[in-house]
Antibody, heavy 115, light 110 residues
Framework: QVQLVESGGGLVKPGGSLRLSCVAS????????MSWIRQAPGKGLEWIAY????????KYADSVRGRFTISRDNAKNSVFLQVSSLRAEDTAVYYC????????WGQGTLVTVSS | DFVMTQTPLSSPVTLGQPASISCRSS???????????LSWLHQRPGQPPRLLIY???NRFSGVPDRFSGSGAGTDFTLTISRVEAEDVGVYYC????????FGQGTKVEI
């Protein structure tokens, strides 16, 4: 069964950092590129970062470029998102998703930025 | 950048009746490979989104055939032929022709 499980969210002060993780199972991880998408409370979906299977291609949304870093460890079937210089508007559920069609999605991990 | 605009943003529906949602892109979604990468996703309350339709009109595995997608270029439609109670939630269109961008979402409620 294809599954993605995120972790690492929590409450953080403005300017702080977190490292989000997403562990994949049930498929050949190296066959897929991976993305992170976020959803602010009560709001819509925002794609924020993508990484190719070999890590040779990485892309970010303008809203997070320079503050967030996506990476992956193919040996551990994991993709990560280092989120830094956090702002209140970064408060959201952060999802990882597989491939270009975003299938499937994990359950998400909540990041709350508040003093 | 691609801007995806959905209408309506809220759609009261009646069980057993049809429903449709429109999605318009600010640019053509035809990729240089000839495919059109327009998808529809459904998000139930408290759940992550799940893929319903990909490349305009292809139902994903396990998606009931009451869901159908149509359109071309910049204008697309998701149609539910007969709404069931489990269809409530928010529907998003998404383009992946160049990068990724979502519509604002359409809330479907009975």
């Amino acid at each position: 069964q294809v599954q993605l499980v995120e972790s690492g969210g929590g409450l953080v002060k403005p300017g702080g950092s977190l490292r989000l993780s997403c562990v994949a199972s049930g498929f050949t991880f190296t066959d897929y590129y991976m993305s992170w998408i976020r959803q602010a409370p009560g709001k819509g979906l925002e794609w924020i970062a993508y990484i190719s299977s070999s890590t040779s291609h990485i892309k970010y949304a303008d809203s997070v470029r320079g503050r967030f870093t996506i990476s992956r460890d193919n040996a551990k079937n994991s993709v990560f998102l280092q989120v830094s210089s956090l702002r209140a508007e970064d408060t959201a559920v952060y999802y990882c998703a597989r491939g270009g069609g975003f299938d499937p999605w994990g359950q998400g991990t909540l990041v709350t930025v508040s003093s | 950048d691609f801007v995806m605009t959905q209408t309506p943003l809220s759609s009261p529906v009646t069980l057993g009746q049809p429903a449709s949602i429109s999605c318009r892109s600010s640019q053509s979604l035809v990729h240089r490979d000839g495919n059109t990468y327009l998808s529809w996703l459904h998000q139930r309350p408290g759940q992550p989104p799940r893929l319903l339709i990909y490349k305009v009109s292809n139902r994903f595995s396990g998606v009931p055939d009451r869901f159908s997608g149509s359109g071309a270029g910049t204008d697309f439609t998701l149609t539910i032929s007969r709404v069931e109670a489990e269809d409530v939630g928010v529907y998003y269109c998404m383009q992946s022709t160049e990068g990724w961008a979502f519509g604002q979402g359409t809330k479907v409620e009975i």
